[in-house]
């Protein structure tokens, strides 16, 4: 990353993940928005990681890439995860390690027993081999390809706008719970969310 840092025809942002549970900033659909609007050509997004249920970057990504390594014990857990249900390609890094071929054997195992769909094309790439990261570059083209037929374009507008208000409303309401004193709380729970309905159409306040 340090090699492409100061080209200017490349953005790079570190974004916190803060307190949120799917490995994904809060303000990343805003990010993206902006970043797409500004005309760049592609987005990378890079997760903290996901557990077995967190995989909100399937509603903002167009190809989405499970990227594991061998030997680590994180290829026995995402052959539990959500994410390996809908991943568009699986990439084992690293390839040049012990394990590589058989963390590739078990999850062609896994993914044919599990997957509803066909399984995801996998990958092995390493750092002193060009060929995985051609094929890589190949697959994730045809992926998409397969994006910009005719109706994908308005399907994927609709997923990341639903993804962005989803978010705005969540952090609304984080906000509104923040101010609302403890002993709030002592009170019936159908008063505290009649209360706090009223205070979700209120005007955000602005902080000095």
């Known amino acids: 990353m340090d090699s492409v840092a100061d080209d200017p025809r ?4 570190s974004l916190a993940s803060g307190q949120t549970q799917d490995g994904l900033s809060d303000n990343l659909p805003e990010v993206i928005a902006a970043i797409d609007d500004f005309g760049f050509a592609e987005i990378i997004v890079e997760t903290v990681g996901v557990g077995q249920s967190e995989y909100a970057i399937r509603q903002l990504a167009d190809v989405e890439l499970l990227v594991l390594m061998p030997g680590s014990g994180d290829a026995v857990q995402a052959m539990k995860a959500g994410i390996l249900e809908t991943a568009d390609i699986i990439v084992v890094n ?7 071929q058989a963390t590739a ?8 027993r599990r ?7 996998i990958v092995l790439v390493r750092h ?13 083209d045809e992926a998409l390809v397969r994006c910009a037929r005719p109706g994908a374009e308005v399907a994927r507008r609709r997923r990341l706008n639903r993804y962005r208000v989803h978010m705005l409303a969540v952090r609304r309401l984080n906000e509104v719970l923040e101010r609302l004193p403890a002993s709030r709380f002592d009170e019936h729970a159908a008063d505290v969310y009649r209360d706090l309905l009223a205070r979700l159409i ?3 306040r602005n902080h000095d």
């Open 202 to 204: 209120e005007p955000p």
């Open 94 to 100: 690293k390839a040049d390690l012990a394990g590589a």
């Open 10 to 13: 490349i953005y790079i942002r």
């Open 115 to 121: 997957r509803k769909t066909p399984a995801p094309p």
């Open 105 to 112: 054997h078990d999850l062609r195992s896994v993914l044919g």
């Open 128 to 140: 002193d081999e060009d060929a995985g990261l051609h094929e890589l570059s190949r697959l994730i």
